[in-house]
């Protein structure tokens, strides 16, 4: 009976113990590249991977955040084309894209002299 309550205990000690969480949810993922085209109207945009320069398609919302430098933007200042972003998003099983994060970087200068 004992051995029984020591078990219990430690399996309700091991569900109740902490674990490490995770900045995006299991469908999120994070991409860098530099936006190809932008319709502001219909919240959409497209970017060129920088990896492999697939082109991904993807809508953004009200909740959808626009980080430049370390504040906030608009959609309008950080969609430009040609502009390097950090795009943090989640596929649904139907339709689009969709963004949580748009994170506009700055270009790594090569030397203090460009």
Known sequence: MKLLLAAAAAVSLGVLAPSTASALSPRGRQVDGSVVRVA??????????????KQLSFQWNDRTDFVRGASFTDAKTALKAGALVRVTYHRPIFGPATVSRVVLVQPARCCSRC
């Not at 502001?40 to 320069?53: K, N, P, W, Y």
């Open 40 to 53: 502001l109207v219909e919240r959409s945009a497209v970017i060129a991977q920088t990896s492999d320069r």
